[in-house]
């Protein structure tokens, strides 16, 4: 089994083209699979064939997450990722059939994910003001450049946190507000932002140099120029653009916040202004539609005045 996983991660990163984080994701679901086939049939896991693999086995994988406390997204995923390395083997002859086609996914819940009111996002954004940034250290002051130029961007984008961390300057036309992202797949596509986004680039430009010359040394053939640095002038990761938000979201009073609501938020303001769904879809990168249409949510009480405007009979 060991080896079939190994080269269906490899038939994802070379050609399928997905993601690093889609193919860990992969990774460490089929990793906790094998681990539990070699509990549950009392064998290593690497010596066991493919083909003896059941579907009382996906079940009983199912079951033990379910005792793990994991919730029903995390085991609907865990399950599509067992199910895609088996349909994969039998694509390549390695198996007749799949013993997961069979197996229900546990019905998840549809939750939306947190958005901001755009006072909220006016909040968090005067919060990353550098009167207002919260580095002790002078030599670190040039970070808050950063850190607004960040919130503004991400949320002027509607880009995923793995995109803004990828940036580089060569992407992004300060003169006609546009950034060519390669997103999920490697597919690439534009996208527009507004001219409070570009200030912030154009400061932060200002200061950029000076943080990036902090690096000891670059790579060998390393001649990338990444928008966004980190304290030592290298390229800023997820988790660290994670730990800048919370702590402006902190200082505006909005409490914890995932980089997904800025995107969100993105996403909420454009259908609240008129935007076309097809339109959405594409500046957030989505490849279905029907991805966009999580996003899409009026609340009730903008409905009812909806109605109450606009139905001929709702005032009578």
């Not at 991660?9 to 889609?22: F, G, I, K, P």
């Not at 580089?168 to 060519?180: E, H, S, T, Y």
């Not at 596509?189 to 670059?218: H, I, S």
Request: with cysteine; aromatic share 6%.
């Amino acid at each position: 089994m060991q080896s079939l996983v190994d080269r269906f991660l490899e038939h994802l990163r070379l050609e399928r083209n997905l993601s690093a984080n889609t193919v860990r994701a992969y990774g460490g679901d089929l990793g906790r699979f094998l681990r539990f086939l070699g509990e549950y049939r009392g064998r290593d896991p690497r010596s066991l064939p493919p083909a003896e693999v059941a579907a009382a086995d996906v079940r009983a994988f199912l079951a033990s997450l379910a005792r793990d406390g994991l919730g029903r997204r995390s085991r609907a995923r865990a399950l599509s990722a067992v199910k895609s390395l088996f349909r994969w083997a039998c694509r390549d002859g390695v198996l007749p059939a799949n013993p997961a086609a069979g197996v229900r996914a546990p019905k998840t819940e549809k939750t939306l994910p947190h958005h901001l009111r755009p006072g909220e996002v006016e909040s968090l954004i005067e919060a990353a003001d550098g009167n207002t940034a919260p580095y002790v250290d002078p030599a670190d002051e040039p970070l808050s450049c950063r850190d607004r130029a960040l919130i503004e961007l991400a949320y002027a984008s509607g880009l995923r946190v793995s995109e803004l961390v990828a940036l580089d300057w060569q992407d992004v036309d300060l003169g006609a507000r546009v950034l060519r992202v390669v997103g999920k797949g490697s597919k690439e596509r534009m996208v527009p932002f507004g001219r409070p986004a570009a200030d912030a680039l154009r400061t932060w430009l200002e200061q950029w140099d000076g943080v990036r010359a902090r690096r000891r040394r670059a790579p060998a053939g390393d001649d990338d120029e990444p928008i966004f640095l980190n304290h030592r002038g290298g390229r800023l990761s997820d988790r660290s653009v994670r730990r800048v938000l919370d702590r402006y979201a902190a200082a505006a009073g909005l409490g914890g916040l995932h980089p997904h609501a800025l995107r969100h938020t993105f996403a909420t303001h454009l259908l609240e202004g008129g935007a076309d769904l097809r339109a959405i879809q594409e500046l957030l990168g989505h490849s279905s539609l029907s991805t966009t249409q999580r996003y899409t949510h009026l609340d009730v009480e903008r409905l009812l005045a909806i109605y109450r405007r606009s139905h001929p009979r709702a005032k009578r």
